[in-house]
């Protein structure tokens, strides 16, 4: 009679971590690949580049406007209450300087991250991964990682533009007197580090929202019993990876 293994029995407390272990390898191993891929010239076919460019249009700009609205007004209610708070404090001349490290260095690149992340499908239907489905993301997997990665890119990027400009018309109004001093504190912010770091981590958002989704759900191809909710394969593991990123940035940052 062959023997079975319960949850609790010893043989499983070792079986559980290699499993992990695989499981990160494999998301490793794929993103490697695909980035090789990417950068390799006998993928740049015509082919490819419609691909991406179909891509990039469905998770950039089709949504550009509307994540960039959404986001400058709750910037918007942010950036009132920090100066408020900051002048009844008596502390009015740290309100620019907190105003553009929280809200562009930190929130608007993870909730661009986030962003994209749920479109890019959060809410997964298990009886949707049939081999068509599976093909066409084995097809478009080079393209969806880079139209994914230039989302959060673009999306980061863009907003922090116009809550920077919105930040100044808080501070100063419309007057072009504060601006010698606006470009001294901003650029105070964004010393060289700060800005590599900003940008590195920007990528690393986009590089982890493009693969780790896409990584999950073929590794579930290949080992279909793991599915035990309706959530999207990898979504714990990319909440994960993201807090991850942002606490490093912070550690090298403040600390």
Do not use: C
């Amino acid at each position: 009679m062959p023997r079975t293994t319960s949850p609790t029995h010893p043989d499983s407390w070792t079986a559980s971590p290699a499993r992990y272990l695989r499981s990160w390898w494999y998301m490793i191993h794929l993103g490697a690949l695909a980035i090789v891929t990417a950068l390799s010239p006998s993928s740049w076919r015509r082919e490819s580049f419609t691909a991406t460019a179909r891509h990039l249009h469905t998770s950039t700009w089709q949504v550009l406007p509307w994540f960039a609205l959404a986001s400058s007004l709750v910037s918007l209610v942010i950036i009132r209450i920090v100066l408020v708070t900051a002048k009844s404090y008596g502390l009015s001349q740290f309100a620019l300087e907190m105003v553009v490290r929280v809200l562009v260095l930190e929130l608007i690149p993870l909730s661009a991250a986030l962003f994209v992340a749920l479109r890019a499908g959060m809410a997964f239907d298990a009886s949707a991964l049939g081999a068509q489905a599976l093909r066409r993301l084995r097809r478009d997997l080079v393209p969806q990682l880079i139209a994914n990665a230039v989302a959060v890119l673009s999306l980061a990027m863009v907003t922090s533009v116009i809550v920077l400009l919105l930040a100044y018309l808080n501070v100063y109004g419309v007057s072009p007197w504060g601006v010698q001093d606006y470009t001294r504190t901003v650029g105070r912010v964004f010393a060289p580090m700060v800005t590599i770091g900003f940008a590195i981590k920007t990528v690393l958002f986009g590089l982890a929202v493009a693969l780790i989704p896409s990584a999950a759900i073929l590794e579930l191809q290949r080992y279909p019993r793991r599915l035990r909710s309706t959530v999207q394969p990898g979504a714990l593991r990319l909440l994960f990876v993201l807090i991850v990123i942002e606490a490093a940035s912070l550690t090298l940052k403040y600390i």
